[in-house]
């Protein structure tokens, strides 16, 4: 299949990923929310006249956040990425302190600075989700509000060369215990296009074969530690081991273009064994992709 080909049907097949435009009034949609958190704020009886006034700091602080990663004039300076644009510096707050001493947030936005239908997607992905991180926050300790719990979220480019960037998005929280969620956007600069697993193979062949080699590597690092992965003798009643991965399985590329499988926190082992990834080998992946070249370009 030729590059034109490739980049023809990579264009069709990812129309399905371009439907959530970037909002036209960022402003308003922000002064939305906040006006929300007020409301809510105020029909907190329950709260004494200082963690009220923890509410309204807290709804200062998501909204300045949020101003300031959506106005160009006060974001950081930004790193040029050919092709497709540059992923723009994020505003950092090194720690948030609100007035109740054990309860902090910090929530990080990542803006793409391109005129391109993929970082318009991703531009109103990355806004969302700040909003709902932070909403998540202030509803935890709307209903506990001497709860003892700790926030941070941010993004960091993994790879991002002239065909492919790699962002990746974790949220930390700390709250009795630790629990991490991380996820990744892969994005083709040169065909503007948000990648999928089903996106990449030709059938749903790549299945059986990324699970045959996740399962081989399983078995290997075993060896050294037994209780890395659930086992058919030890998993949980409620959670059976692995069998194979989804068919939208989390993944990315990464600076060498191989093709890395993403499992999160007790999805495939126990909590300790934190998200775990396994670096596909190029050469059992040729024939199955919609392109043979595709990873090697």
């Not at 994005?187 to 697993?197: E, F, H, I, P, Q």
Request: charged share 20%; glycine share 4%; proline share 4%.
């Amino acid at each position: 299949m030729n590059k034109v080909t490739t980049k023809k049907l990579l264009g069709i097949l990812s129309l399905s990923y371009k439907k959530q435009p970037l909002p036209t009034d960022l402003a308003a949609e922000i002064s939305t929310c906040y006006t929300s958190a007020q409301k809510k704020v105020k029909h907190q009886q329950i709260l004494n006249t200082t963690k009220k006034t923890s509410f309204s700091l807290l709804g200062i602080f998501t909204l300045g956040v949020l101003l300031v990663n959506t106005v160009p004039a006060v974001a950081n300076a930004a790193a040029d990425v050919p092709g497709l644009g540059a992923l723009v510096s994020l505003v950092t707050f090194q720690k948030h302190e609100v007035a109740s001493p054990h309860q902090e947030v910090r929530i990080d936005r990542a803006q793409l600075k391109a005129k391109s239908s993929v970082a318009n997607e991703l531009n109103a992905k990355y806004l969302q989700a700040a909003q709902t991180e932070y909403q998540d926050f202030q509803q935890t300790i709307g209903e506990d509000p001497d709860a003892y719990i700790s926030v941070n979220s941010g993004y960091e480019k993994v790879t991002d060369d002239q065909r492919f960037l790699v962002i990746k998005h974790w949220v930390t929280e700390i709250q009795a215990s630790s629990s991490e969620k991380i996820s990744y956007d892969t994005v083709d600069k040169t065909n503007d296009a948000l990648l999928s697993l089903p996106l990449l193979f030709k059938n749903n062949d790549y299945i059986a074969a990324i699970s045959q080699e996740v399962k081989r590597q399983m078995a290997e690092n075993i060896k050294s530690d037994p209780h890395l992965y659930w086992t058919a003798e030890d998993h949980p009643a409620d959670t059976p081991p692995f069998s194979k991965i989804k068919e939208d399985q989390s993944f990315y590329i990464n600076q060498q273009h191989q093709l890395v499988v993403v499992f999160g926190e007790h999805e495939i082992g126990p909590y300790s064994t934190g998200t775990t990834e396994f670096t596909i080998p190029t050469d059992l992946l040729t024939d199955l992709l919609v392109d043979g070249d595709y990873l090697t370009r």
